[in-house]
């Protein structure tokens, strides 16, 4: 095989396929195709996936739709705007299906994929520039699994290229990736209702809640209540909700009834498209996702449109990601803009809500405000908040009402279930099977998550981990507390560290015992990090904060709080909510706090039980 270098052949001439201008090469000779191997998880192997599922065709990485009509690799290469790629595959490049085409017959994609480890047999690699490695050190093993192209920039081309596969070439291949994946799924998104959720706390909790009314909006008939036809806010096409319903978030992924642990909260574009291709295959109508900031600025969602965007509200968070909260702001306000949504539902109740409800977006929003704002198109009214959940009335537009509930504990989530209903109203579903829908939701994992083993005070877990939300759950409970509050709290490492003092300082003024402990440490000190969070703490005046106390150990620190819970308190474990492994040092360990609160609560039981049982009688 020829060695080719980023100028192009040994003759000069571009890379085939390649769109961008030759590059100088800085290597001093000849190289060899990148032959880096992925290491898989122990769940990721197609070895271990084939012997767990049983049977062939089963492979790592996100779903794939089973019926895909292939693309002529040509059509990719000119939608990028790059030269036609050559013809068939260079002989020992790789084993897959494409190996043995005929090198006259034109080379045809199914698939697209960012991770060497999920290449299937006629997908399109993506070969990504990454912060430490560049996917182009993959491209060996892509190859081997069947590629039948590879996608990169020009620093990755000549790896790509020396592999004998056709290489589409250009400037920044992650944002053209989302736009290709469409194109190869057959615009799948097309076939689906979508409402996307971003802000910085509650996004979660109302995919579930949408999701909620969805699912009660698929079970009626028309003149139910229920829809068929659901029309966004601009007169849209229209979307057939009368089918099953999909998720997509930070906990899972859900297609109808089937689960899929999510490994972020948003997936890459590449999986993405994959996923919404699986649900039109399998009768999914409609969808709720979260839309991360992280998704919005990395072309994640690159290719869709939302039939109704929401935002939440925002708050400090990601600040080693973002510059700063305008540069976090303007991120969440790329999902209302005319590229990526239809119409947008906001809070008005939010300051940066405000912004986008006066002019900064893009598409018609319609507002809605859970402290009842006279200027807000829908309003919370007679709110009663207990220790399950809330109660309230929606007062909309024309007069409308409908009685509605937040099956989760908190004024915050009467804001969230309230911005579900309104978002499932502007997408055509009558009022009120929208609030029954949402009001019928069970529960959001690790969101307010009540465990119950037979204890005399009320014990829950939170995701709660930056400073507003955790002040949020905080006076939530209080005001369902007749006793004390207990509250355990840890802070994440490699993450933004400026929050670490004010969330020590929250929980100490909030809680009347603070545990203050480790989350994900990760790659940093877990001392360190409570250092910081007791420096927050000690800023707190002595008369205004409850008893803090340090445990570096999760499980003791939950343990610590369970053992001062009396009839009437309340414990709360908040940071991790739904996570089921503790980052430390690189090394995930099994750890979920709801077990591990339950474990706790029933150890603590256990001599009260031993107690009140009979003792024997021994009487001669």
């Known amino acids: 095989m020829t060695t080719i270098t980023p100028d192009g052949t040994p003759d000069g001439t571009p890379i085939p396929g390649s769109c961008s201008p030759p590059q100088p090469s800085l290597r001093p000779g000849p190289t060899v195709p990148g032959t880096l191997t992925a290491v898989s998880h122990a769940d990721q192997s197609p070895k271990a996936q084939h012997a767990e599922k049983g049977g062939p065709g089963t492979y790592p990485g996100a779903p794939r739709p089973d019926r895909v009509r292939p693309t002529p690799l040509a059509d990719l290469a000119e939608q990028l705007g790059c030269p036609a790629p050559a013809a068939g595959h260079a002989p020992g490049a790789g084993t897959g299906s494409t190996g043995a085409a005929d090198a006259a017959q034109p080379v045809m994609v199914t698939g697209i994929t960012h991770d060497s480890r999920a290449v299937r047999p006629g997908d399109v690699y993506a070969a990504l520039p990454g912060a430490r490695l560049h996917g182009a050190d993959f491209v060996a093993q892509a190859a081997d699994l069947g590629a039948a192209a590879i996608l990169t920039d020009p620093s990755g081309a000549e790896r790509a290229a020396a592999t004998g596969l056709p290489v589409l070439a250009v400037e920044n291949p992650r944002a053209r990736m989302g736009a290709l994946a469409v194109s190869i799924y057959g615009t799948p998104g097309e076939d689906l209702l979508q409402i996307g959720i971003t802000g910085t706390s509650g996004k979660t909790t109302t995919a579930y809640l949408i999701e909620g009314g969805l699912r009660a909006a698929a079970a009626k008939r028309p003149e139910e209540g229920g829809l068929r036809e659901a029309q966004s806010a601009q007169g849209g096409g229209g979307r ?42 399998r009768g999914v109508r409609a969808v709720a996702m979260e839309v991360s900031s992280h998704a919005l600025v990395l072309g994640r969602v690159d290719g869709c449109v939302f039939d109704v965007a929401i935002f939440n509200n925002l708050s400090p968070e990601h600040m080693e990601f973002h510059s700063g909260m305008e540069d976090y702001f303007q991120a969440k306000a790329q999902l209302f803009t005319k590229a990526r949504s239809r119409a947008g539902v906001v809070n008005l109740d939010d300051e940066y809500g405000k912004r986008l409800a006066e002019g900064e977006s893009e598409v018609p929003v319609t507002t809605f405000s859970a402290e009842g704002h006279p200027d807000a198109d829908w309003r919370a009214a007679d709110v009663e908040v207990g220790t399950l959940g809330s109660t309230f009335m929606v007062h909309g537009p024309d007069g409308v009402t409908v009685r509605a509930a937040s099956p989760i504990a908190g004024p915050f989530n009467v804001a969230n279930a309230l911005a579900a209903i309104v978002s499932l109203v502007v997408a055509g579903i009558d009022p009120q099977t929208a609030a029954d829908g949402v009001a019928a939701v069970p529960g959001v994992p690790g969101r307010l998550e009540r465990i119950d083993a037979g204890q005399p005070y009320l014990a829950v877990v939170d995701y709660a981990h930056k400073t507003d939300a955790v002040e949020s759950v905080l006076r939530a409970l209080r005001k369902v507390t007749d006793g004390k509050l207990h509250a355990v709290l840890g802070c994440g490492g490699d993450r933004d560290p400026h929050k670490r003092g004010p969330m020590g300082a929250a929980v100490a003024r909030l809680a009347d015992t603070a545990v203050l402990t480790s989350d994900n440490p990760r790659n940093e000190d877990p001392l360190s990090i409570l250092a910081t969070m007791l420096a927050g703490a000690a800023e707190v005046p002595i008369h205004e904060r409850g008893t803090v106390l340090v445990e570096e150990e999760r499980a003791a620190a939950i343990a610590a709080a369970v053992a001062r819970a009396e009839p009437g308190d309340t414990v709360i474990v908040a940071g991790k909510g739904h996570e089921q492994g503790q980052d430390i040092a690189g090394v995930v360990r099994p750890f979920d706090d709801r077990q591990v609160l339950r474990g706790a609560i029933e150890d603590s039981l256990k001599p009260q039980q031993s107690q009140q049982s009979p003792q024997p009688n021994h009487q001669g």
Request: aromatic content about 2%; glycine content about 12%.
């Open 240 to 281: 057939r909700v009368g089918g099953l319903t999909g998720l997509i978030g930070t906990v899972e992924t859900r297609i109808g009834d089937e689960r899929i642990k999510s490994e972020r909260t948003t997936p890459e574009a590449t999986d993405l498209q994959a996923l919404f291709a699986v649900m039109r295959e």
